[in-house]
C-alpha cells in the first residue's frame, strides 16, 4: 500500500517543482512553468500549491503509520510458535476523546508532575552548590595552600562539566543541563579566584580588562560547549555573557562617552549575527536539545531525508531566533543611544554666549555628532545587509517582513546621522529641515525603485532586473518607511508654525469690524516653517506622480476568492516555508479557478490617492504663504488664496471628480474665508469670487444625474447660497447698516433661494431651498432684539413662504410655515401697539386652525372632530375663559355665550362631539360665571342651616335614583359616542 506523493512544493533543501509536470523551478517564483507553461499565479494556483502541500504531509504521515504497522506485525508474526501460558495483562486502552467537563478526576491524582518536581530540585540544588562554592571560594580561601587551592577548583569544575555527557547517555537530561549550569559557575569562581590569588600576575591586570577577557572566553566556550553536547542552559548563559566584554573593553580604554558605549554594543550585536549566519548556515540540527533531536530521528526514515532536515531546521532554529532576536535588540540598544546623544546635541537650546563659548559649543556639537556616526553607521550597515538576505533552499534567512522591519531600522539610524550633520551647522530653527531633508531624497529615491514593483509580486508575468532584482522589495520599501517617518516626524514643527500662521488673521476681526479705523498689525511666518512645509509638498508630488500602488507599498489588498470560500490558502506557497521569501498580495479580483495571464486588477493595481490628496491639501497653504513669508502686505497674501481657488476650480472643471480636485478648491476656499475678515474690502471681495466660483461648480460640475459629480453639485449650490448671503451682510456692514439691517440682507437672499430651488431639481435643488431656510432662520434669529424689524421680517418670511406653498410637493409645510409665521408677526404688531386683549391674539390662530381642520376633515372623512376642530376651538374660546372670571363685565360674557351657543347649536346640527361638548362646556360655564352673583346674594340672605339641609336632601335624592342616574349617564355617553 504505497503512494507516489503529487509533485509541488519541495521540503527546505529541494528546489520546487511544478504541480503538474514535476519539472523544477528555475527561479523561486515563476509565473508560469518553464516546461508545459501552466500559471502559478493567481488565487487559484495558490490554493493548488497549499492543496499539494497539505497531500504531502498526509502522504508523510501514512508513511509513517505504514511503516509502524509492518513492525507491529513482523512482532507479531514471530510470537506465532510461543507456547500459551498465562494470559499477559492487557493495559487499559484510553479513551477516544477529550475527558467530559466536570468529571471527576483519578483518585490519588499528584497536585504536581514529575517533570516540575525534577525541575525544582535540580534549581534548588544547582543553587546551593554554586553558594557553597561561592562561600569557599571567599571566605575558605585562605587555609590552603596554593596547590590545594587549584587541586579544589580544578577538580570541582572538572568533574561539574564532565557529567552532562554521561547523564545525556542515561537520558537525564534536566540532571545534565544543571551540572553545566554549576560547571559554568565554578569556571566564573575560578577566573575569580585565580586574579584574587595572584596566578601568574593576573591581579596586575587592570580590573575592567580581565573581566572582559574572562567573560569573552567563558560566554564563547560557554555556546561552544552547549553546541556541541545539545544543552541549553549552556548556550544561553554563553548568549548573555556575551553582551559584557565589549562594555568592559569601553571601560578599560576610558572611554566614557555615549558613543562609545553605543558602539560597543553594535559591535557586540554584529559579532553576534555573524556567529548565528556561520552556525546556521552550517549545521542547524547541532543546535537541538534532546526533545529535538528525537523528533528529527523519529521524522526522517519515515519522510525522506529532504524532510528529516526540514524537522530538525524548524525544531533548531528556535534557539537561534532566541539569540538573534538578542543581538537586535543590543544592537537596537546601541543605536538608540547613539541616536538620542545626536538629537541632543543639535537640539539643545542655543543660547547667547560669547564667541570663544559659543566656539567650544560648536566644537563640542560636531563631535558629538560626527561621533555618532561610527555606531549608526554600523547599524545601518548591518540592518541592511540583514535585509539583503534573500532565504533560499539550503540557506536559511529572514521572511520579507522581518528584512523589511531591518531595512526600515537600518534606514532610521541613517537618517538621524545624516541629519544631525545636516543640523550640526545652521540655527537650531532649522533643525527639522535638516532631518527633513535626507529623509526627503531617501523617500523620492526609494519611491522610484519601488514603482511597478508590486506588478512582480502580483503576477503579471514581468520579471524584475537591474537594482529592484537584485535588491527585491524587502530593502527598498523598509527604508521608504523610514524615511516617510522621519520626514513627518520632523514636518511636524513646521506644521505648527504653519497653523499658528494661517489662523493669525483671526485675531484682526473685531478690530477689522468695530467700526473704528483698522489698526496695522503685523503678520509673519518662520522660513524655516515654509522650507519644510514646500520639502514636503515636494515629495507628496513625486510620489504622486510615480503613481505608486497598494501592492507596491506592500499594502495586503483584501481577501481572495480562495480565502472568502473558506480555503485558507496563503498569497503565493512559498509564503508557507519558514525560509521562503514573502509572499505577495493576490489581486481582490482574481478568478476562482483559471487565472489569466493578464495584468493584475483590483485594489493592490490602482494608484494610492492619499498622495495625491495629501499634495493637494499641502499645496494651497504653502503658495498662499509665500507672500507672508517674503513680507509682502496681507491684500497680496489674501488675493494669492482666493486666486489659487480659482485655479483649483479651473482645473477641477476640467478633472474627473477625484479626492484631490475636491480638496484643493475646498482648502483654498477655506483659507480665503479664514484670512479675509481681517479687513471689509477683502471680505466682500473674497466673498463675491466664491460666491461666482460656487455658482460655476453648481452649473457645470459633473453632467451625470447621480454620483460624485451630483454630490459635488449639490455642495456647491448651497455653498453659493450660504456666500451670498455672506456677501449680503458684508457689503450692508461696510456701508454702515446696522444690525437690523444687515439681516434683511441676509433675509432678501434667503427668499430669493426660494424660487431658484423651484426652478432646479433634485439634490440641488433641496441643497439651495434647505441652505436658505438655514439662512431665512439666522436672519429671524439675529433680528430678535428689534421687535419692530423682527414683525417685518417674520411677514416677508410668511409670503416667502406663501409663495412654496404653490408647489405642490411644498403646499402643506409651506402653508403650515406661512400662517405660523404671519399669525407670530401679528402678535408682535398687538404687543408693540399696546393690545392685552388676548382674543386679539388667539382669534387669528383660532380662524387659521379651523380652516385647516376644515380642510382636513373634507380630504379624509375618516377623522374626528376632535383632530379636525379641537385645536381651533380650544385655541378660540379657552383663552377667553380666565378673562372673564378676571376683569368682570357683560361684553366678554355675552360674545362668548353667543359664540359657545353657536358651537353648541352647529355640533349638535352636524352630529360632531367635539362642538358639542367645547361649545356645552364653554356656555355652562358662561352660565355658571352669570349666576353666581345671584346664588352668592341669595345664600347670604338665608339662614346659615338651609344651605345644609338643600345639601342633604339632594344627597338623599341621588341616592335614591342612584341606578336611573347611571342609566341616564350611559344614554348620554352613548349618545355622544355616536357623534363624530
Given at each position: 500500500?504505497?503512494?507516489?506523493?503529487?509533485?509541488?512544493?519541495?521540503?527546505?533543501?529541494?528546489?520546487?517543482?511544478?504541480?503538474?509536470?514535476?519539472?523544477?523551478?528555475?527561479?523561486?517564483?515563476?509565473?508560469?512553468?518553464?516546461?508545459?507553461?501552466?500559471?502559478?499565479?493567481?488565487?487559484?494556483?495558490?490554493?493548488?500549491?497549499?492543496?499539494?502541500?497539505?497531500?504531502?504531509?498526509?502522504?508523510?504521515?501514512?508513511?509513517?503509520?505504514?511503516?509502524?504497522?509492518?513492525?507491529?506485525?513482523?512482532?507479531?508474526?514471530?510470537?506465532?510458535?510461543?507456547?500459551?501460558?498465562?494470559?499477559?495483562?492487557?493495559?487499559?486502552?484510553?479513551?477516544?476523546?477529550?475527558?467530559?467537563?466536570?468529571?471527576?478526576?483519578?483518585?490519588?491524582?499528584?497536585?504536581?508532575?514529575?517533570?516540575?518536581?525534577?525541575?525544582?530540585?535540580?534549581?534548588?540544588?544547582?543553587?546551593?552548590?554554586?553558594?557553597?562554592?561561592?562561600?569557599?571560594?571567599?571566605?575558605?580561601?585562605?587555609?590552603?595552600?596554593?596547590?590545594?587551592?587549584?587541586?579544589?577548583?580544578?577538580?570541582?569544575?572538572?568533574?561539574?562539566?564532565?557529567?552532562?555527557?554521561?547523564?545525556?547517555?542515561?537520558?537525564?537530561?534536566?540532571?545534565?543541563?544543571?551540572?553545566?549550569?554549576?560547571?559554568?559557575?565554578?569556571?566564573?569562581?575560578?577566573?575569580?579566584?585565580?586574579?584574587?590569588?595572584?596566578?601568574?600576575?593576573?591581579?596586575?591586570?587592570?580590573?575592567?580588562?580581565?573581566?572582559?577577557?574572562?567573560?569573552?572566553?567563558?560566554?564563547?566556550?560557554?555556546?561552544?560547549?552547549?553546541?556541541?553536547?545539545?544543552?541549553?542552559?549552556?548556550?544561553?548563559?554563553?548568549?548573555?555573557?556575551?553582551?559584557?566584554?565589549?562594555?568592559?573593553?569601553?571601560?578599560?580604554?576610558?572611554?566614557?562617552?555615549?558613543?562609545?558605549?553605543?558602539?560597543?554594543?553594535?559591535?557586540?550585536?554584529?559579532?553576534?549575527?555573524?556567529?548565528?549566519?556561520?552556525?546556521?548556515?552550517?549545521?542547524?540540527?547541532?543546535?537541538?536539545?534532546?526533545?529535538?533531536?528525537?523528533?528529527?530521528?523519529?521524522?526522517?526514515?519515515?519522510?525522506?531525508?529532504?524532510?528529516?532536515?526540514?524537522?530538525?531546521?524548524?525544531?533548531?532554529?528556535?534557539?537561534?531566533?532566541?539569540?538573534?532576536?538578542?543581538?537586535?535588540?543590543?544592537?537596537?540598544?546601541?543605536?538608540?543611544?547613539?541616536?538620542?546623544?545626536?538629537?541632543?546635541?543639535?537640539?539643545?537650546?542655543?543660547?547667547?554666549?560669547?564667541?570663544?563659548?559659543?566656539?567650544?559649543?560648536?566644537?563640542?556639537?560636531?563631535?558629538?555628532?560626527?561621533?555618532?556616526?561610527?555606531?549608526?553607521?554600523?547599524?545601518?550597515?548591518?540592518?541592511?545587509?540583514?535585509?539583503?538576505?534573500?532565504?533560499?533552499?539550503?540557506?536559511?534567512?529572514?521572511?520579507?517582513?522581518?528584512?523589511?522591519?531591518?531595512?526600515?531600522?537600518?534606514?532610521?539610524?541613517?537618517?538621524?546621522?545624516?541629519?544631525?550633520?545636516?543640523?550640526?551647522?545652521?540655527?537650531?530653527?532649522?533643525?527639522?529641515?535638516?532631518?527633513?531633508?535626507?529623509?526627503?531624497?531617501?523617500?523620492?529615491?526609494?519611491?522610484?525603485?519601488?514603482?511597478?514593483?508590486?506588478?512582480?509580486?502580483?503576477?503579471?508575468?514581468?520579471?524584475?532586473?537591474?537594482?529592484?532584482?537584485?535588491?527585491?522589495?524587502?530593502?527598498?520599501?523598509?527604508?521608504?518607511?523610514?524615511?516617510?517617518?522621519?520626514?513627518?516626524?520632523?514636518?511636524?514643527?513646521?506644521?505648527?508654525?504653519?497653523?499658528?500662521?494661517?489662523?493669525?488673521?483671526?485675531?484682526?476681526?473685531?478690530?477689522?469690524?468695530?467700526?473704528?479705523?483698522?489698526?496695522?498689525?503685523?503678520?509673519?511666518?518662520?522660513?524655516?516653517?515654509?522650507?519644510?512645509?514646500?520639502?514636503?509638498?515636494?515629495?507628496?508630488?513625486?510620489?504622486?506622480?510615480?503613481?505608486?500602488?497598494?501592492?507596491?507599498?506592500?499594502?495586503?489588498?483584501?481577501?481572495?476568492?480562495?480565502?472568502?470560500?473558506?480555503?485558507?490558502?496563503?498569497?503565493?506557497?512559498?509564503?508557507?516555508?519558514?525560509?521562503?521569501?514573502?509572499?505577495?498580495?493576490?489581486?481582490?479580483d482574481a478568478p476562482a479557478a483559471g487565472p489569466a495571464p493578464g495584468p493584475a486588477s483590483g485594489p493592490a493595481a490602482g494608484p494610492v490617492g492619499g498622495f495625491a490628496t495629501a499634495a493637494a491639501l499641502l499645496a494651497v497653504p504653502a503658495?498662499?504663504?509665500?507672500?507672508?513669508?517674503?513680507?509682502?502686505?496681507?491684500?497680496?497674501?489674501?488675493?494669492?488664496?482666493?486666486?489659487?481657488?480659482?485655479?483649483?476650480?479651473?482645473?477641477?472643471?476640467?478633472?474627473?471628480?477625484?479626492?484631490?480636485?475636491?480638496?484643493?478648491?475646498?482648502?483654498?476656499?477655506?483659507?480665503?474665508?479664514?484670512?479675509?475678515?481681517?479687513?471689509?474690502?477683502?471680505?466682500?471681495?473674497?466673498?463675491?469670487?466664491?460666491?461666482?466660483?460656487?455658482?460655476?461648480?453648481?452649473?457645470?460640475?459633473?453632467?451625470?444625474?447621480?454620483?460624485?459629480?451630483?454630490?459635488?453639485?449639490?455642495?456647491?449650490?448651497?455653498?453659493?447660497?450660504?456666500?451670498?448671503?455672506?456677501?449680503?451682510?458684508?457689503?450692508?456692514?461696510?456701508?454702515?447698516?446696522?444690525?437690523?439691517?444687515?439681516?434683511?440682507?441676509?433675509?432678501?437672499?434667503?427668499?430669493?433661494?426660494?424660487?431658484?430651488?423651484?426652478?432646479?431639481?433634485?439634490?440641488?435643488?433641496?441643497?439651495?431651498?434647505?441652505?436658505?431656510?438655514?439662512?431665512?432662520?439666522?436672519?429671524?434669529?439675529?433680528?430678535?432684539?428689534?421687535?419692530?424689524?423682527l414683525a417685518f421680517a417674520l411677514v416677508a418670511a410668511g409670503v416667502a413662504m406663501s409663495g412654496v406653498a404653490l408647489r405642490p410637493e411644498r403646499r402643506r409645510a409651506a402653508s403650515l410655515a406661512a400662517t405660523a409665521l404671519l399669525i407670530?408677526?401679528?402678535?408682535?404688531?398687538?404687543?408693540?401697539?399696546?393690545?392685552?386683549?388676548?382674543?386679539?391674539?388667539?382669534?387669528?390662530?383660532?380662524?387659521?386652525?379651523?380652516?385647516?381642520?376644515?380642510?382636513?376633515?373634507?380630504?379624509?372623512?375618516?377623522?374626528?372632530?376632535?383632530?379636525?376642530?379641537?385645536?381651533?376651538?380650544?385655541?378660540?374660546?379657552?383663552?377667553?375663559?380666565?378673562?372673564?372670571?378676571?376683569?368682570?363685565?357683560?361684553?366678554?360674557?355675552?360674545?362668548?355665550?353667543?359664540?359657545?351657543?353657536?358651537?353648541?347649536?352647529?355640533?349638535?346640527?352636524?352630529?360632531?362631539?367635539?362642538?358639542?361638548?367645547?361649545?356645552?362646556?364653554?356656555?355652562?360655564?358662561?352660565?355658571?360665571?352669570?349666576?353666581?352673583?345671584?346664588?352668592?346674594?341669595?345664600?347670604?340672605?338665608?339662614?346659615?342651616?338651609?344651605?345644609?339641609?338643600?345639601?342633604?336632601?339632594?344627597?338623599?335624592?341621588?341616592?335614591?335614583?342612584?341606578?336611573?342616574?347611571?342609566?341616564?349617564?350611559?344614554?348620554?355617553?352613548?349618545?355622544?359616542?355616536?357623534?363624530?
Amino acid at each position: 500500500m504505497t503512494s507516489t506523493p503529487p509533485p509541488g512544493p519541495g521540503a527546505p533543501g529541494q528546489v520546487p517543482a511544478c504541480p503538474d509536470c514535476g519539472a523544477p523551478f528555475e527561479t523561486d517564483r515563476p509565473a508560469r512553468c518553464g516546461r508545459c507553461r501552466l500559471p502559478l499565479t493567481g488565487a487559484a494556483a495558490a490554493t493548488l500549491w497549499q492543496v499539494t502541500l497539505a497531500l504531502q504531509g498526509v502522504e508523510a504521515q501514512r508513511l509513517v503509520l505504514l511503516r509502524q504497522r509492518d513492525d507491529l506485525l513482523a512482532g507479531l508474526r514471530a510470537r506465532r510458535d510461543e507456547p500459551e501460558g498465562a494470559p499477559a495483562p492487557v493495559p487499559a486502552l484510553p479513551a477516544w476523546g477529550p475527558q467530559r467537563p466536570g468529571a471527576p478526576a483519578a483518585p490519588g491524582r499528584p497536585e504536581v508532575s514529575g517533570r516540575s518536581a525534577q525541575t525544582a530540585l535540580l534549581v534548588l540544588g544547582g543553587l546551593l552548590v554554586s553558594i557553597a562554592a561561592l562561600v569557599f571560594t571567599v571566605v575558605s580561601w585562605g587555609y590552603l595552600g596554593i596547590g590545594g587551592r587549584a587541586a579544589v577548583l580544578a577538580a570541582l569544575t572538572g568533574c561539574a562539566l564532565a557529567l552532562p555527557p554521561r547523564l545525556r547517555r542515561r537520558g537525564l537530561s534536566a540532571t545534565a543541563e544543571t551540572s553545566a549550569a554549576i560547571g559554568l559557575a565554578l569556571v566564573l569562581l575560578d577566573f575569580f579566584a585565580a586574579r584574587a590569588a595572584g596566578l601568574a600576575g593576573l591581579d596586575a591586570v587592570a580590573l575592567p580588562a580581565y573581566w572582559a577577557a574572562a567573560t569573552a572566553l567563558t560566554g564563547a566556550g560557554a555556546a561552544a560547549y552547549g553546541w556541541v553536547l545539545r544543552l541549553r542552559l549552556p548556550v544561553v548563559a554563553g548568549v548573555l555573557l556575551w553582551r559584557l566584554p565589549g562594555l568592559l573593553v569601553v571601560d578599560a580604554l576610558g572611554l566614557g562617552g555615549a558613543d562609545a558605549v553605543a558602539t560597543a554594543l553594535v559591535a557586540t550585536a554584529a559579532v553576534d549575527l555573524a556567529v548565528l549566519r556561520a552556525v546556521a548556515g552550517r549545521a542547524p540540527a547541532r543546535a537541538l536539545p534532546a526533545a529535538g533531536a528525537v523528533t528529527a530521528a523519529v521524522t526522517a526514515p519515515a519522510v525522506g531525508p529532504a524532510a528529516g532536515a526540514a524537522s530538525r531546521r524548524t525544531v533548531g532554529a528556535v534557539p537561534l531566533q532566541a539569540a538573534g532576536a538578542v543581538a537586535a535588540l543590543w544592537g537596537g540598544l546601541g543605536a538608540f543611544l547613539a541616536g538620542q546623544a545626536s538629537l541632543s546635541a543639535v537640539l539643545v537650546p542655543r543660547l547667547p554666549a560669547a564667541p570663544a563659548a559659543a566656539a567650544a559649543a560648536a566644537d563640542e556639537r560636531w563631535a558629538v555628532v560626527l561621533g555618532a556616526w561610527l555606531p549608526l553607521g554600523c547599524f545601518a550597515l548591518l540592518a541592511l545587509v540583514v535585509s539583503l538576505r534573500h532565504p533560499r533552499p539550503g540557506r536559511p534567512g529572514l521572511p520579507a517582513a522581518h528584512r523589511r522591519v531591518a531595512a526600515a531600522l537600518g534606514g532610521l539610524a541613517l537618517l538621524v546621522a545624516c541629519g544631525g550633520t545636516v543640523a550640526a551647522g545652521p540655527a537650531r530653527e532649522w533643525g527639522a529641515v535638516a532631518y527633513a531633508a535626507p529623509a526627503a531624497l531617501l523617500a523620492l529615491a526609494t519611491g522610484a525603485l519601488l514603482r511597478g514593483s508590486g506588478r512582480d509580486r502580483t503576477g503579471t508575468g514581468e520579471q524584475a532586473s537591474g537594482p529592484r532584482r537584485m535588491l527585491g522589495q524587502a530593502l527598498p520599501l523598509g527604508l521608504f518607511h523610514a524615511a516617510a517617518l522621519v520626514l513627518l516626524v520632523a514636518s511636524v514643527p513646521a506644521l505648527g508654525e504653519i497653523v499658528r500662521a494661517v489662523l493669525a488673521p483671526l485675531g484682526q476681526v473685531r478690530a477689522a469690524w468695530a467700526g473704528g479705523p483698522a489698526e496695522s498689525w503685523a503678520w509673519s511666518v518662520a522660513p524655516a516653517a515654509v522650507t519644510g512645509l514646500w520639502l514636503l509638498l515636494a515629495v507628496l508630488a513625486a510620489l504622486a506622480g510615480y503613481g505608486l500602488t497598494r501592492a507596491d507599498l506592500g499594502i495586503a489588498p483584501a481577501a481572495p476568492a480562495a480565502a472568502a470560500a473558506g480555503v485558507p490558502a496563503p498569497a503565493w506557497a512559498a509564503a508557507t516555508r519558514a525560509d521562503a521569501p514573502a509572499a505577495g498580495p493576490v489581486p481582490a479580483d482574481a478568478p476562482a479557478a483559471g487565472p489569466a495571464p493578464g495584468p493584475a486588477s483590483g485594489p493592490a493595481a490602482g494608484p494610492v490617492g492619499g498622495f495625491a490628496t495629501a499634495a493637494a491639501l499641502l499645496a494651497v497653504p504653502a503658495l498662499a504663504l509665500l507672500p507672508v513669508a517674503l513680507g509682502l502686505p496681507y491684500g497680496v497674501a489674501v488675493a494669492v488664496a482666493a486666486g489659487s481657488a480659482v485655479a483649483a476650480v479651473a482645473y477641477a472643471l476640467s478633472r474627473p471628480v477625484r479626492p484631490a480636485t475636491v480638496v484643493a478648491p475646498v482648502t483654498a476656499a477655506v483659507l480665503a474665508l479664514l484670512w479675509a475678515p481681517a479687513d471689509r474690502v477683502a471680505t466682500v471681495a473674497v466673498l463675491a469670487v466664491l460666491a461666482a466660483l460656487s455658482v460655476v461648480l453648481a452649473v457645470r460640475a459633473g453632467a451625470a444625474p447621480a454620483g460624485p459629480g451630483l454630490a459635488v453639485r449639490a455642495v456647491a449650490a448651497a455653498c453659493a447660497v450660504a456666500a451670498s448671503g455672506a456677501e449680503g451682510a458684508a457689503v450692508t456692514a461696510t456701508a454702515g447698516g446696522t444690525l437690523p439691517d444687515v439681516t434683511l440682507a441676509m433675509l432678501g437672499v434667503a427668499v430669493v433661494s426660494a424660487p431658484v430651488a423651484a426652478r432646479t431639481g433634485g439634490a440641488v435643488s433641496r441643497a439651495v431651498e434647505g441652505t436658505g431656510y438655514a439662512l431665512g432662520a439666522l436672519a429671524l434669529l439675529l433680528t430678535a432684539g428689534s421687535p419692530g424689524r423682527l414683525a417685518f421680517a417674520l411677514v416677508a418670511a410668511g409670503v416667502a413662504m406663501s409663495g412654496v406653498a404653490l408647489r405642490p410637493e411644498r403646499r402643506r409645510a409651506a402653508s403650515l410655515a406661512a400662517t405660523a409665521l404671519l399669525i407670530v408677526s401679528s402678535w408682535i404688531r398687538l404687543a408693540l401697539s399696546g393690545v392685552g386683549t388676548p382674543e386679539a391674539y388667539t382669534l387669528s390662530a383660532a380662524v387659521a386652525a379651523l380652516v385647516i381642520g376644515g380642510l382636513r376633515l373634507r380630504r379624509h372623512p375618516g377623522a374626528g372632530s376632535w383632530t379636525a376642530y379641537g385645536p381651533g376651538l380650544g385655541l378660540g374660546l379657552a383663552p377667553s375663559l380666565p378673562a372673564m372670571w378676571v376683569e368682570g363685565g357683560w361684553l366678554r360674557p355675552l360674545l362668548l355665550g353667543s359664540a359657545a351657543l353657536v358651537v353648541t347649536v352647529l355640533g349638535a346640527r352636524s352630529r360632531l362631539q367635539c362642538p358639542l361638548v367645547l361649545g356645552g362646556g364653554v356656555l355652562l360655564l358662561v352660565g355658571v360665571h352669570e349666576l353666581a352673583p345671584v346664588v352668592v346674594q341669595v345664600l347670604g340672605l338665608l339662614p346659615r342651616w338651609v344651605p345644609l339641609a338643600f345639601a342633604g336632601l339632594l344627597l338623599l335624592v341621588l341616592g335614591a335614583t342612584y341606578e336611573q342616574r347611571l342609566r341616564d349617564a350611559r344614554r348620554l355617553r352613548a349618545s355622544l359616542g355616536r357623534l363624530h
